[in-house]
Structures are given as structure tokens and as C-alpha cells.
């Protein structure tokens, strides 16, 4: 028994190196399948990596061409509202480009205004001092109807177009504010227009009411051309061919209206007001645009004059001016917008200035002594206003104006009237909801210190509020830069 216990451990001892031997072949063997599981999923891993990084790279490149493209055409839109398309000389005799049903059709749409109006003071005086400053109108108190307007435009054929836009007041009556035709296919940059129209003078002055940034008027609009200057007669505009936008403009009228003071009553076949402007602009990148404008309007009144308002409101007397006017003018916009994208944030920047001088005769008190004898005056005004949308549907903004008294001669008249030396101002801050491009609503609180208190000579100070609604129903077209 002894000799096979010793037989037995032998033969383990002789077998244990092949067992061992084995089993280490067998784990080498699973530490090689592991090693290649892990350099496979390691391989599908990085391949899965490299198609996620190629996709999010896809997408960022998709992403940035959707956003130029809606920047391009954002800023082909702006540039449209811009300048006028320069078109191709027109074809030959007979060669008579089809123009389709559609086209023909006047476009119609209505807009209606109103507000509510809180004043302080009296909220039908004249600013001080301004000559003819009552031609503009004044909003009321409490709730009123602003002017509602009825615009109609077509294609007539395919080398003019026609558009009328009447104002319904609030006094129930109907006024023809423009009312013209003008070439669509004259060729080399020009553009002709004529009949009534809004003139070219400046930035605002040619932009309806619906469409300003607040709901009244700067105070040097308002006290050298009323709400919107206009007249009948002809306009000619030249767009040059150039990298940036140049538009030269020149207007022959009537003179209808004498700017700032009102119409007057004309018997005469000549024109009577001559306007010059000048418009550059162009883009800085992709989110910046701008344009700076310079004008000039030349008038004369008819012998019988014109009514000088504010002073009337200083004597309680009818005094006239009959002579001449000049305005000139500059003006400076800037906008910003996201890589050349306004529909979520904006900013707008407006500046005007003007300058107004008058020669001729002034007569006081015609209806009793009716000293005529000769008057000069200069003044100026200027306002600066800025804009920004920080949401799609809310913008506010704030407003400075500000007039200077200048110099005006009144020679004999002097004894008779003197003029006060007072330079009106005032801050305005707005705030407006718009849901959709056809509504807006607009709370508005200025600080307004435009009028003088003769007998004392202080400043008489107000606070206005105003609760404007503008709603635009059928269609209606963009508006320009």
C-alpha cells in the first residue's frame, strides 16, 4: 500500500506542468479574444465618433448657410425698400413685355389709427415763437380717431403705376394726402413721378403717419413742415450705378402748400416751390446699414400771404408774411440687426436737422392798422431718436427735440410785436407691442417743454400720454429704409 501512495504522487507530480501548462494556453487564449473585443469596439467607437463629429459639422454648416441666406435676403429686402431698381431701357417698338391679370389688380388697404390722449395743459397751443407752427395737427385729448387712410396701387401697364391715398379725419371729411403716377420701366436709373405726392425733404417727411416710430411729430417737423409736407407737381429721381446707393431727386410745384404754414390759395400757371435731395447709403458687414440724405426747399407765397399763427396766438391780431422760404436740411439713419437679421433684434437710429429762413414782408394787424414793412428770420431745429426691438413683438424708444429761437427781424414792426427768444424741447420715451406686422400698440410719455408763458417768460411744462393703436387691413407693401 505504501509503494502505490508513492506511485501516486509521483504521477501527480509528473502531471501537474502539463495541466498548469494547459490552463495557462486556455488564458492566453481568452486574453487575446478579449484584446480583439476591445480593438473592434474601440475601432466601431471611433468610427461612431468620427460620424457624430462629420454630422454636428454638417449641421453647424447648414445652420450658418440658413442664417446668411436669410441675412442676404434680409438685406435684399432692405435694399429693395431702398433704391429704386434700375431697369433696362425699354424694348423696341412692338417687342411688348407681357404683363399678367394678376398685376393689374390695385392693391387696397386700410389702415385705422386712434388714440387716447392725456394733457397737462392746454392741448391746443402752438410751440412759441415758430412761425405758421399751426399747420400741423395736433392730437386731442381723451379718446379720439386719428386719420385712417384708404391706399390704392397698381401696375397700369408695364411703364407706369399708379397709387391714391385718401385720409378719413376725425371731422369726417376726406383729403386726397397723395395721388400720383410714376414710371416703372424708363431705364438708366430714372424715375419719374407726378401728381400729388409727399415730398422727398429728409427722412420722415415722406413716411406716413402709421409708420413713425412715435406717435407724433419731432417738433421741427411739426413747426417747419406740419405733419407731412406735399405738393402737386412733378419729381424726377436717378439712382447712379454705383457700389453704393446714390439717389439724386429734384421737385417742380405749385406750391399748394406753403411749408410748415398750410395751403394757400393759388391763381397762377407756374411752379411755385422748387426741392433737391440727395441720398447715400450702403452696408458695413452684415449687420450694420446706413444712409445720410441732404435737401433743399425753396418757396414763395402769392401776394396775399400767409398766416404767421403763434403770432396771432401773441396778439389775438391776423398778421401775415408774404415773401419767400428756404429749408434745408440733413439727415442720418443707422441700423443694426443680428448678421443682417431684424425680426428678433434691431436697433434704428434717426437724426434730422433743419434750418428755415424767411424774406419778405410782414403786415401786423391787417384787419386794423396793417403795418407792412420788412421781416427776416433764421431758426433751426434738430431731434435724435433711437429705436430698439430686444423682442419679435416689443420695441422701445426715446426721443430728443430741441428748436432755437435764431434771429428775426421785424423793422418797423418791432415796435408792434416783439418776438421771444425761447428754444423749445422735449423728451419722449415710447414703448409698442406689435404681434404681427399688420398690428401695433403704443404707450408714449413726453416731457414737453415747447411753449412760453409771454406775460412771465417761463417755460410751461407738460406731460403728455398717449395710448395709439395702428391696425393695417388687406395688403399692404414695405415700407422703405
Given at each position: 500500500m505504501q509503494k502505490s501512495l508513492i506511485v501516486t504522487a509521483l504521477a501527480v507530480a509528473i502531471g501537474a506542468p502539463a495541466i498548469a501548462s494547459a490552463q495557462n494556453a486556455d488564458l492566453d487564449q481568452i486574453r487575446r479574444q478579449i484584446q480583439e473585443l476591445r480593438d473592434t469596439y474601440e475601432t466601431r467607437i471611433k468610427a461612431l465618433e468620427d460620424q457624430l463629429k462629420s454630422a454636428e459639422a454638417a449641421a453647424r454648416k447648414a445652420e450658418e448657410a440658413a442664417r446668411q441666406a436669410t441675412a442676404s435676403a434680409t438685406r435684399a429686402e432692405e435694399s429693395a425698400q431702398r433704391t429704386v431698381e434700375q431697369a433696362q431701357p425699354p424694348a423696341a417698338t412692338g417687342a411688348q413685355p407681357a404683363v399678367s391679370q394678376n398685376a393689374l389688380n390695385p392693391g387696397i388697404s386700410l389702415i385705422l389709427n386712434g388714440s387716447w390722449g392725456?394733457?397737462?395743459?392746454?392741448?391746443?397751443?402752438?410751440?412759441?415763437?415758430?412761425?405758421?407752427?399751426?399747420?400741423?395737427?395736433?392730437?386731442?385729448?381723451?379718446?379720439?380717431?386719428?386719420?385712417?387712410?384708404?391706399?390704392?396701387?397698381?401696375?397700369?401697364?408695364?411703364?407706369?403705376?399708379?397709387?391714391?391715398?385718401a385720409a378719413l379725419t376725425?371731422?369726417?371729411?376726406?383729403?386726397?394726402?397723395?395721388?400720383?403716377?410714376?414710371?416703372?420701366?424708363?431705364?438708366?436709373?430714372?424715375?419719374?413721378?407726378?401728381?400729388?405726392?409727399?415730398?422727398?425733404?429728409?427722412?420722415?417727411?415722406?413716411?406716413?403717419?402709421?409708420?413713425?416710430?412715435?406717435?407724433?411729430?419731432?417738433?421741427?417737423?411739426?413747426?417747419?413742415?406740419?405733419?407731412n409736407y406735399g405738393d402737386d407737381g412733378v419729381q424726377l429721381r436717378w439712382v447712379a450705378p454705383l457700389p453704393v446707393f446714390v439717389q439724386l431727386g429734384a421737385e417742380l410745384g405749385r406750391g399748394r402748400e406753403f411749408a410748415g404754414m398750410g395751403e394757400i390759395e393759388r391763381n397762377s400757371n407756374g411752379k411755385s416751390s422748387e426741392t433737391f435731395f440727395v441720398k447715400v447709403g450702403g452696408d458695413l458687414g452684415d449687420s450694420h446699414s446706413w444712409q445720410v440724405g441732404a435737401s433743399h426747399l425753396r418757396q414763395r407765397t402769392t401776394t396775399d400771404g400767409v398766416t404767421l399763427f403763434d403770432y396771432d396766438d401773441l396778439t389775438?391780431?391776423?398778421?401775415?408774411?408774404?415773401?419767400?422760404?428756404?429749408?434745408?436740411?440733413?439727415?442720418?439713419?443707422?441700423?443694426?440687426?443680428?448678421?443682417?437679421?431684424?425680426?428678433?433684434?434691431?436697433?434704428?437710429?434717426?437724426?434730422?436737422?433743419?434750418?428755415?429762413?424767411?424774406?419778405?414782408?410782414?403786415?401786423?394787424?391787417?384787419?386794423?392798422?396793417?403795418?407792412?414793412?420788412?421781416?427776416?428770420?433764421?431758426?433751426?431745429?434738430w431731434f435724435m431718436q433711437g429705436v430698439y426691438q430686444f423682442h419679435p413683438y416689443w420695441r422701445t424708444g426715446l426721443r430728443y427735440d430741441r428748436l432755437s429761437a435764431g434771429t428775426v427781424s421785424l423793422n418797423a414792426n418791432a415796435a408792434n410785436l416783439?418776438?421771444?427768444?425761447?428754444?423749445?424741447?422735449?423728451?419722449?420715451?415710447?414703448?409698442?407691442?406689435?404681434?404681427?406686422?399688420?398690428?401695433?400698440?403704443?404707450?408714449?410719455?413726453?416731457?414737453?417743454?415747447?411753449?412760453?408763458?409771454?406775460?412771465?417768460?417761463?417755460?410751461?411744462?407738460?406731460?403728455?400720454?398717449?395710448?395709439?393703436?395702428?391696425?393695417s387691413l388687406g395688403a399692404h407693401g414695405a415700407h422703405r429704409f
Open positions: 392725456r394733457y397737462g395743459k392746454d392741448a391746443t397751443a402752438q410751440i412759441t415763437g415758430f412761425h405758421g407752427s399751426g399747420a400741423s395737427e395736433i392730437i386731442g385729448r381723451g379718446p379720439s380717431l386719428g386719420e385712417s387712410e384708404l391706399f390704392l396701387s397698381s401696375n397700369i401697364d408695364p411703364y407706369f403705376r399708379g397709387a391714391l391715398l376725425p371731422e369726417n371729411e376726406v383729403e386726397v394726402e397723395e395721388a400720383f403716377v410714376e414710371t416703372t420701366a424708363l431705364g438708366y436709373g430714372l424715375t419719374v413721378k407726378g401728381g400729388r405726392f409727399f415730398s422727398g425733404l429728409g427722412y420722415w417727411n415722406s413716411v406716413h403717419p402709421h409708420a413713425w416710430d412715435f406717435t407724433d411729430a419731432s417738433l421741427v417737423q411739426r413747426a417747419f413742415l406740419g405733419k389775438g391780431l391776423v398778421n401775415l408774411f408774404a415773401g419767400r422760404q428756404r429749408i434745408t436740411g440733413g439727415d442720418f439713419v443707422w441700423k443694426w440687426a443680428p448678421d443682417g437679421n431684424p425680426k428678433y433684434r434691431n436697433f434704428k437710429f434717426v437724426s434730422e436737422f433743419y434750418q428755415r429762413k424767411l424774406d419778405g414782408d410782414f403786415t401786423f394787424d391787417t384787419a386794423g392798422a396793417a403795418t407792412t414793412d420788412a421781416m427776416r428770420a433764421k431758426q433751426s431745429g416783439t418776438p421771444p427768444g425761447f428754444d423749445p424741447n422735449r423728451w419722449t420715451v415710447m414703448m409698442d407691442y406689435n404681434p404681427s406686422e399688420f398690428s401695433r400698440i403704443r404707450l408714449q410719455f413726453a416731457r414737453d417743454r415747447s411753449r412760453q408763458d409771454i406775460a412771465t417768460g417761463e417755460t410751461i411744462g407738460d406731460t403728455i400720454v398717449f395710448l395709439q393703436y395702428v391696425y
